[in-house]
């Protein structure tokens, strides 16, 4: 039994019976995962809104068609591993999409938290540790909401895995620490990463901070190679959109989004602008989850990096901090929202506390789990 007992096989388990209670609560009717809006899928522009998930459902019912379903359709098809994925998986039955969406994020999140296990263990710490990420809120709720976020970072999770093994093997050091060879780094982790930012565009976010890394060691050749290996595929795929659809699907967000600011946090002071109670409610739950660990992760890893202590999980949590402060309002006055972006901070938050062994680091990570809260009552979630 206790060899059987992992997180992964904990998030497993916690996933299904969330997907079960799930389809239960609705009838068994696996479009409550979508969260379908009929101001999409009936062309009603007073209908109800609907969520993201609705779109991963369009496409995976019909990938040559499900744009004529989308508010922004260039931005839903750049994500378009995951409904593809599902519609395969269908076997291109329409009625079979809304099932595989379902199972594939199920296992995705099972599968991510497993690679973290792995990356804890591999250091020297608890791999119980890897419950942060698998029970995390804003992973959590791509299960229930049928949304990228699972397939996306379970992806990133096993390309660090695989370059953490290959970097090892390289150095005759299986189990202690992560340098990076001389040569380009091999097909694994540049193809895992690939997959990663077609599923979703945010994983790339993870990949910067390894050619971060790379660079300040002047490992030019592993930089192109990472960088051409991660980075062609998804602009190919960015110039088929454009041919096809008008636009390349890089932008802020969906309809009614707004657009990244120039100055940190200046998207979460503009909620003040509207309604200062709406603020101060939002504040008291972003600061402790996203805006504080942001501010102390920049802080501790450029830090560490000024003081020569350079490897990759540092750079990965300094670029996925410094990017959080300059999203868009429209994404700081949602808390699900910021949950969901601040996904790899929390994977990197997990690896840094492992490589520089600060147990502390690793406990408070144990408090991101209070995000579970965003998806205790149905009635709140987005629609």
Same mark, same amino acid.
Not at 34 to 43: D, F, L
Not at 44 to 63: C, E, L, M, N, V
């Given at each position: ?156 999770? @096993? !390309? =660090? ?11 005759? &050091?299986?189990?202690? $620490? /992560?340098? +990076? #060879? ?25 990949? @910067? !901070? =390894? ?11 592993? &930089?192109?190679?990472? $960088? /051409?290996? +991660? #980075? ?152």
């Amino acid at each position: 039994m206790n060899r059987w007992l992992r997180p992964w096989v904990v998030v497993l388990l916690a996933a299904l019976i969330y997907a079960g209670v799930t389809l239960v609560r609705y009838g068994y009717d696996p479009l409550a995962f979508a969260m379908v809006g009929t101001r999409y899928s009936q062309g009603d522009p007073q209908g109800s809104q609907g969520y993201d998930g609705q779109f991963a459902y369009y496409i995976a019912r019909d990938p040559a068609q499900g744009w004529q379903y989308c508010d922004v359709p260039a931005y839903r098809y750049q994500r378009i591993l995951y409904p593809l994925l599902a519609w395969a998986l269908a076997l291109g039955q329409p009625e079979w999409a809304g099932w595989t969406l379902i199972a594939i994020n199920v296992a995705a999140l099972a599968g991510g938290t497993y690679f973290t296990e792995r990356l804890l263990a591999a250091e020297g710490a608890n791999r119980w540790y890897a419950l942060t990420y698998g029970l995390y809120g804003g992973l959590m709720a791509g299960v229930r909401l049928d949304l990228t976020e699972p397939l996306a970072y379970g992806l990133v999770q @096993a !390309g =660090l895995w695989v370059w953490r093994t290959q970097e090892c093997k390289k150095q005759g &050091a299986d189990n202690k $620490g /992560l340098t +990076v #060879g001389h040569r380009v780094l091999a097909f694994g982790p540049a193809a895992l990463f690939a997959l990663a930012a077609l599923a979703k565009e945010t994983a790339l976010v993870a990949v @910067a !901070g =390894l050619l971060l890394h790379l660079a300040l060691k002047r490992r030019w050749r592993e &930089a192109v190679g990472l $960088g /051409l290996g +991660v #980075g062609l595929p998804f602009a190919l795929w960015q110039g088929t959109l454009w041919a096809w659809l008008g636009r390349p699907g890089i932008g802020a967000g969906g309809a009614m989004a707004t657009p990244f600011e120039w100055l940190p946090f200046a998207g979460a002071f503009r909620i003040a602008t509207v309604s200062w109670s709406v603020f101060w409610l939002l504040l008291a739950i972003e600061w402790p989850l996203f805006v504080w660990p942001s501010i102390w992760a920049v802080v501790v890893s450029a830090r560490d990096l000024m003081r020569g202590k350079r490897h990759p999980w540092m750079t990965v949590l300094l670029i996925q901090a410094a990017t959080l402060p300059f999203l868009p309002f429209s994404t700081w006055r949602e808390p699900l929202a910021m949950a969901r972006l601040a996904a790899g901070l929390v994977s990197a938050t997990l690896l840094y506390g492992t490589q520089r062994r600060r147990r502390h680091v690793l406990t408070f990570s144990l408090f991101w789990l209070v995000t579970l809260a965003l998806l205790v009552n149905e009635s709140a979630l987005p629609t």
